[in-house]
C-alpha cells in the first residue's frame, strides 16, 4: 500500500532553501515522519526563481490587499507569482493529504504571520500568499506549520485528519 503524501516546508526537510541560505530542519520529521509518510518537499520561493541566498520579503498592507514585497525594495513585488505557483501546486498534486508549512514566512507561514501597515508597524495578522492559495483552494485539507507540528497532543490530531481526508480522497 503506498504511504500517503504529505506536502512540508522544504526548509523543515533540512534544504537550505531560506532567504539567508540556511534551514530549519525538524527532526521528528525528517527522521520520524518520513518512516510513515511520503513526503514531498516543495519551497515556493525557490519554485519561482527567487533564488538562494535572496533579498527578504514581507507582506504588506496596500490599502488594496496584502502584497509579498522586498522589504529593500517595494518595487519587488512577489504576490502574483507566489499565488500563481500556489494554484499549480493545487492543480498538478490531487493526491497530498496534508501539510507542514513554515511558520511566520511571508510565502508559507498560515496564520500570524506579520505584515506592514500603513503606519509603518508590523501587525501579527497575515497569512502567506502561498499557504492561502493552498488553504482557500482546498479548505478541507490538514495543515500546520512546524511550530504546533512539535506539539505532541497537535501533531497527532493533524496526523488523524490527514488519515481521514486520505481515506475520503
Same mark, same amino acid.
Given at each position: 500500500?503506498?504511504?500517503?503524501?504529505?506536502?512540508?516546508?522544504?526548509?523543515?526537510?533540512?534544504?537550505?532553501?531560506?532567504?539567508?541560505?540556511?534551514?530549519?530542519?525538524?527532526?521528528?520529521?525528517?527522521?520520524?515522519?518520513?518512516?510513515?509518510?511520503n513526503l514531498i518537499s516543495l519551497c515556493p520561493e525557490m519554485a519561482v526563481g527567487m533564488g538562494v541566498p535572496r533579498p527578504e520579503i514581507h507582506l504588506?498592507?496596500? +490599502?488594496? =490587499? %496584502?502584497?509579498?514585497?522586498?522589504?529593500?525594495? #517595494?518595487?519587488?513585488?512577489?504576490?502574483? *507569482?507566489?499565488?500563481e505557483y500556489g494554484k499549480e501546486i493545487v492543480k498538478n498534486n490531487a493526491d497530498i493529504c496534508g501539510y507542514i508549512f513554515k511558520k511566520s514566512s511571508?510565502?508559507?507561514?498560515?496564520?500570524?504571520?506579520?505584515?506592514?501597515?500603513?503606519?509603518?508597524?508590523?501587525?501579527?495578522? +497575515?497569512? =502567506? %500568499?502561498?499557504?492561502?492559495?493552498?488553504?482557500? #483552494?482546498?479548505?478541507?485539507?490538514?495543515? *500546520?506549520?512546524?511550530?504546533?507540528?512539535?506539539?505532541?497532543?497537535?501533531?497527532?490530531?493533524?496526523?488523524?485528519?490527514?488519515?481521514?481526508?486520505?481515506?475520503?480522497?
Amino acid at each position: 500500500m503506498p504511504k500517503i503524501k504529505i506536502a512540508v516546508s522544504s526548509c523543515l526537510l533540512g534544504e537550505a532553501v531560506r532567504y539567508d541560505g540556511t534551514d530549519k530542519q525538524i527532526k521528528i520529521i525528517t527522521e520520524q515522519l518520513n518512516q510513515d509518510y511520503n513526503l514531498i518537499s516543495l519551497c515556493p520561493e525557490m519554485a519561482v526563481g527567487m533564488g538562494v541566498p535572496r533579498p527578504e520579503i514581507h507582506l504588506v498592507d496596500t +490599502g488594496s =490587499g %496584502i502584497q509579498v514585497l522586498g522589504v529593500a525594495d #517595494a518595487n519587488r513585488n512577489k504576490t502574483k *507569482i507566489l499565488s500563481e505557483y500556489g494554484k499549480e501546486i493545487v492543480k498538478n498534486n490531487a493526491d497530498i493529504c496534508g501539510y507542514i508549512f513554515k511558520k511566520s514566512s511571508p510565502s508559507c507561514g498560515t496564520k500570524n504571520v506579520k505584515v506592514l501597515n500603513s503606519l509603518d508597524e508590523y501587525e501579527y495578522r +497575515g497569512i =502567506g %500568499i502561498y499557504a492561502a492559495e493552498i488553504m482557500q #483552494a482546498l479548505p478541507m485539507l490538514p495543515v *500546520i506549520d512546524e511550530e504546533d507540528f512539535l506539539d505532541d497532543k497537535v501533531r497527532e490530531q493533524f496526523l488523524n485528519r490527514v488519515a481521514e481526508y486520505s481515506r475520503a480522497n
